[in-house]
């Protein structure tokens, strides 16, 4: 049985988490961009990520409560914040973030399934993984310049952690995140800050999918 903690107390623990972790992870995103371990983030830069971590750790409350899947969607949130600020910086999606975060959630998903009985839930997340990183790999090295082998893991890792939520929410995550993409990509030209060839990371509008398809997908508690 799902552990009973008041939402309220949950929400208000999420803000707290985001205010120590949020800059952190901004230090974090800096110092992978730049490669440089002693490079500092702004005081905007900690604040913008203080600001999406609680409202992403708010909405991993919302959506699973208080279970071990809770902590899978958290640590990918966390993820999410360093990958698309490196990844707008630099056109980069590091290992060093991507890869461990899978593994956390993977863990916690399977804790959740040992506890909980989500078994299905497990298999199906896993399998979903396995199929958004497979075609996102054929999709990779057919054409190279336009989707590159960070993208393919943050592919896989997104699988994990909508595929758990349904195959459903995984379509509509990757369907929303290819949209987003296009929509920038017209504003940019539209507004002269990029061509019709200029490369621009994909990492983003894939987080951003992700997010709005489990915000439309609500509580799965």
Avoid: N, Y
């Amino acid at each position: 049985m799902t552990p009973v903690v008041p939402r309220e107390v949950l929400l208000a623990v999420a803000v707290l988490a985001a205010v120590l972790v949020g800059p952190l992870l901004a230090r974090a995103a800096v110092r992978l961009a730049a490669r440089d371990d002693v490079a500092r983030p702004t005081a905007a830069r900690v604040l913008v990520s203080c600001v999406l971590l609680a409202g992403l750790l708010c909405g991993a409350v919302l959506v699973t409560g208080a279970r071990p899947a809770g902590l899978a969607l958290a640590w990918a949130a966390g993820a999410g914040v360093v990958l698309a600020q490196v990844d707008l910086a630099v056109h980069r999606l590091p290992d060093r973030v991507t890869l461990p975060a899978g593994a956390v959630c993977a863990a916690a998903l399977l804790t959740d399934a040992a506890l909980l009985g989500t078994w299905p839930a497990l298999l199906r997340a896993l399998l979903a993984a396995g199929a958004a990183g497979g075609i996102a790999l054929l999709a990779a090295l057919a054409a190279p310049a336009g989707l590159g082998l960070g993208d393919v893991k943050l592919l896989a890792l997104l699988g994990l952690v909508l595929g758990w939520a349904g195959w459903g929410v995984l379509l509509a995550g990757v369907f929303l995140g290819l949209l987003a993409g296009a929509l920038i990509s017209l504003l940019l030209v539209a507004t002269r800050r990029a061509g019709w060839r200029t490369a621009l990371p994909f990492g983003p509008p894939l987080l951003l999918g992700a997010v709005l398809a489990l915000a439309v997908q609500g509580p799965l508690t």
